[in-house]
């Protein structure tokens, strides 16, 4: 009787290479196309937003489509590194989240300096400090009232914002003028802007006081992290300290009503005043 004994696989699988070389030029394997990162292995892990439907970024700058994302290490394989090309590089603002978390962890803009001295919450300890790099970009990152208007709309397309202010700027139209004997001071906090001005051996210059009255002003000198308001107070503008009370709006930026608020004498306790100081200017005490 004759046993018929099958050929063991891997002798099958040599003799399919065999014949398929000499039937075909046409190689049986083709290398991959290469990654535009390197290869990421199993051990590899990565935070990423996992937010976005469509994007994601991860810990180590890369923005990319969610079917570019290693869902064993979190990864991005492939995309677009420090994707700055959605931001508005004045404001340090973005379109997305994913895109502002991404271009936050370029080089350039420091976030491993940075995070592990800035506070959660700006000014408050109590809330602790930034975890690492991608914790604090993600953070910032992630929209608040300070980028909206009316809490119903956003104040501009890119709204996704690391800069320390937060928020996008403002097209306003372009502040008065100051005249060359006039300077911005910053006053101490609950100082008025006579006391301010009599630091630098200076004057309160009243009338030159609506330079001053804008936000983007305002912006140049403070963070104004909780935004930039109207108010009807007389130490307007002013900056309202981190340690305020809450119903005083800390961090805040405020901007008078109307013309007629402005005040030289005027302070609060909780408050810096931007003041326009004169070395020599008429004595203006009040605007009707």
């Known amino acids: 009787m004759i046993v018929r004994r099958s050929c063991p696989w891997q002798l099958c699988l040599l003799f399919v290479a065999s014949c398929s070389s000499h039937g075909s030029a046409r190689p049986v394997w083709q290398p991959r196309r290469p990654l535009s990162r390197p290869i990421i292995t199993l051990e590899d892990k990565c935070e990423n937003t996992g937010q976005d439907r469509w994007d994601a970024a991860d810990d180590h700058g890369w923005l990319c ?3 570019n994302l290693n869902w064993q290490t979190g990864c991005c394989t492939k995309g677009q590194q420090f994707a700055c090309d959605r931001c508005n590089s004045d404001s340090q603002c973005c379109k997305t989240l994913e895109s502002c978390v991404s271009c936050c962890l370029a080089p350039q803009h420091n976030a491993s300096a940075i995070y592990s001295k800035d506070y959660r919450s700006p000014g408050r300890s109590e809330t602790g400090r930034w975890g690492s790099p991608f914790e604090y ?8 009232s300070k980028s909206t208007v009316h809490e119903n709309a956003y104040l501009d397309s890119h709204h996704h914002c690391f800069s320390q202010s937060g928020k996008p700027v403002m097209p306003l139209p372009p502040a008065p003028q100051l005249p060359t004997s006039v300077k911005v001071e910053v006053g101490e906090k609950g100082e008025s802007c006579t006391a301010t001005c009599n630091r630098t051996n200076s004057i309160c210059a009243l009338q030159h006081m609506i330079a001053m009255n804008h936000c983007n002003v305002l912006r140049t000198h403070f963070a104004c992290e909780a935004g930039c308001d109207n108010s009807g107070g007389d130490v307007q503008p002013s900056y ?6 809450k119903e005083q709006q800390p961090t805040d930026c405020l901007i008078a009503e109307s013309e007629t608020q402005f005040n030289c004498d005027a302070s609060h306790a909780n408050t810096q005043r931007l003041c326009p100081c004169a070395q020599t200017s008429q004595i203006v005490t009040s605007i009707a």
């Open 240 to 245: 309202v300290s981190a340690d305020a009370p």
């Open 65 to 67: 489509p969610w079917d």
């Open 137 to 144: 970009c993600r953070g910032k990152c992630r929209t608040s």
